[in-house]
Structure formats: C-alpha cells, structure tokens
C-alpha cells in the first residue's frame, strides 16, 4: 500500500495554504449562535469561500464546486483546520442536504437550492427530531396533508441546529394516518414562511445552539419535497449515512486537536503522571487511525462503493474519540480549564472546557450511540434484534 500523496495532489495542498493565508480572518469571528451579527460574519466568510470556490470542492461546477475527489476534498479540509479558518456555519446544508440533493433532488431542486447554499446565501437547519421523537426518528408525528399542488405542514420539531438564525430547513413529516416508516416525506421550508415560529433554546453553556420550530398550517408546494412521496424515510437514512460517515467531522479535526493536546501535555508534563501521557498518546493514534480509515473510505467511494451501516461504527468511534481528547486537556489543566481559554482568547477548538461541553452531546446527536451499537449488531454482525 502507498500513502504517500501524488505531484498534483501535492500542489493542490500549496493551493489550498496559499489561499488559506491570504484570506483566513486574522481574529476568531464571533459566534454564529449567540448574535444575528456573528451569524451574518460567518455567512461573509461561507461567500469569500464561495468567491475562492472553496465552498465545497467536490460539487460540480454548475453549482459553484470544482469536482475534485474526495481525497482532495481530505487533503482541503486539513489545511482548513491547519490554517485555523472559521467554523462552517451551513455545515447542515453543504455536508448533510447538499449531497441528499444530488442523488435525490430534481433538477430544478438542485439549481434552485445548490448554488446558493454553497454561496451562503441560504443557511439550513436540520428539521428532524421532535419531543418524543429523537433517536427513534420513526417515531415523528408532525404532518404533511397534501392539498393540490402544495403540502400543509402542522408540528414541532426540536433540537434544531443553526435554525435561530437559519434561512431555510429539511424536515421529515408524515401522512395523517400513517404509521412509522411508511407514509413520510422529506420537506424543504423556508423559516420564515407563514406559519413557522421559532424559539431559541439555551445549551448548558447558555449559548443558543438550538431552536424550537412550530408549524401551523404552514404551506409549501409540493415542488419542495426531496425524493418521492412517502418515500421520506429513505431518503433520511442517505443523509444519516452522510451525517455518520464520512463529510460532516472530517479526521483533520480531530488530528489538529490531538496535536493541540500533545502541545499541551509537552508544557505541562513534569507535573503529571506517567498515565496521563499514555492518554495523550492513544487519542493522538485514535485520530490518526480514524484520519486512515476515512481515506481508505474515500478510496472505495472513487472506486464506485457505497457507504452502508459500517457509517454507524464511524459515528461511534469519532463521538467518544472527542470525548476522550477533551476529558483528557481538561485533567491536564485541572481548575486552571476555563482560566486559560479566558486569558488567552483563542479559537473555539483551543477552548478546551468549551470543547468538552460540546463533545457531550456527540453520542446522543446524529443517531444516538446506543442506536448505533442496535444497528452494528442487527446489520452488521447479523446478531438477532432484542
């Protein structure tokens, strides 16, 4: 097996770098949750990306990409997170619904919707969970009752991310009458359409990372749906696929924390016992060990594989690989935590008390882990369902 990267590939890297410092803002923007102006900062930096066409590099062309493969889309993402560059804001959009959009969306979908969202212009939030409906998705009761040529929706979703100040949402929504996977459809609803309220939700740290969404008879045409009528649970399952496996926490991510880590365990270490550096030293190879399994992901996508329930395995190893990396910075620094990201105003990743908090929620989100451990062992092992 060769690893090593190729010319072009190479000089791709330098590209990506040299746009990166030319343009990466010098001071960490503010946050996209807590005020519309930090949202409207990111939305600014998704355009320069967007004017660069680094939006999202492996989309077409048309729709404001450059077609690159997906290990350039790899080696792309490890300069972003190695130049520091902000956050993604309408990650909900590029690395959930954008790719839902390609193999689901008609033509005129992918032309409307695209284009704009690589350009920022339209921020997603994710419409999927609702009070007694999380995890088990199947379990949704808002509704989609067809009338002509538009849908009535009526409902509440939570949990939503981004939706405070987002533009638009996919949602799923089921036929009156209809029972679990049957009978459900993915729909696509501006946020600020007659009908929709939204109602921000604090997390533990105060931030409002999330939103309540209230539909009430809120009408959209039938055009907006994603894939075909009732067909909305199959079309989730391609985007949670997307949303475990490969797009939305690419390995850089994880490696440039795990270099952070190493950074501060090498400042700290003559206080520490030996277990702590053993610690630093497995979540730096986990990170590396999971950067080398999505390549080899990547590799079999190019080669025309497909990605099927082993996305569930990812989603577990790259939620407590987190975990493990803050729990780790947070027993290095001790009380001295929320002093040193206070004192030295860094950027959200080297806030490791905020990290933390964060990386809580990464086995519960996306499909909870506890679900995950149900699909490996039903789909997976063929083990018989408990």
Not at 234 to 254: N, Q
């Amino acid at each position: 097996m060769k690893l090593d990267y190729t010319p072009d590939q190479q000089r791709f890297r330098q590209e990506v770098r040299s746009w990166m410092t030319a343009n990466v803002p010098p001071a960490r923007l503010p946050s996209f949750d807590l005020t519309r102006e930090g949202f409207e900062a990111h939305r600014d930096w998704e355009r320069k990306l967007s004017e660069g066409r680094w939006g999202m590099v492996t989309w077409p062309e048309a729709y404001g990409g450059r077609e690159l493969d997906l290990i350039r889309w790899l080696i792309f993402e490890e300069e972003y997170y190695r130049a520091g560059a902000p956050t993604r804001v309408n990650q909900n959009g590029i690395f959930l619904l954008g790719p839902t959009l390609m193999e689901f969306g008609t033509d005129d979908q992918k032309a409307r919707f695209l284009t704009r969202m690589a350009a920022g212009d339209d921020i997603w939030a994710q419409a999927w969970s609702e009070p007694g409906a999380g995890s088990d998705l199947a379990a949704v009761r808002s509704t989609c009752t067809r009338d002509g040529d538009e849908y009535v929706l009526n409902g509440q979703k939570i949990w939503s991310s981004r939706a405070v100040f987002a533009d638009w949402a996919f949602g799923l929504f089921r036929e009156p009458g209809s029972e679990r996977h049957k009978g459900m459809s993915l729909i696509l609803f501006p946020l600020d359409a007659p009908g929709v309220t939204r109602r921000p939700i604090a997390r533990m740290d105060g931030e409002l990372v999330f939103a309540e969404i209230f539909l009430d008879n809120v009408r959209v045409p039938v055009a907006d749906r994603l894939g075909d009528e009732g067909q909305g649970w199959h079309v989730c399952m391609a985007t949670a696929g997307f949303e475990r496996g490969l797009m939305l926490r690419s390995p850089a991510r994880y490696q440039m924390a795990a270099s952070k880590l190493a950074a501060l365990y090498e400042a700290n270490k003559k206080q520490l016992p030996a277990s702590v550096g053993e610690r630093v030293a497995q979540s730096w190879m986990d990170a590396e060990a999971y950067a080398l399994s999505i390549y080899s992901t990547a590799s079999r996508l190019e080669a025309g594989g497909t990605i099927g329930p082993e996305s569930s395995t990812n989603k577990i190893f790259w939620s407590e690989l987190d975990v493990a990396l803050h729990q780790t910075a947070l027993d290095i620094l001790g009380s001295r935590a929320e002093l040193v990201a206070q004192d030295q105003g860094n950027a959200p990743d080297d806030n490791w008390l905020d990290g933390y908090i964060f990386a809580l929620a990464g086995p519960i989100y996306a499909g909870s882990n506890e679900i995950q451990r149900n699909i490996i062992a039903e789909r997976m092992l063929g083990l018989p369902r408990a």
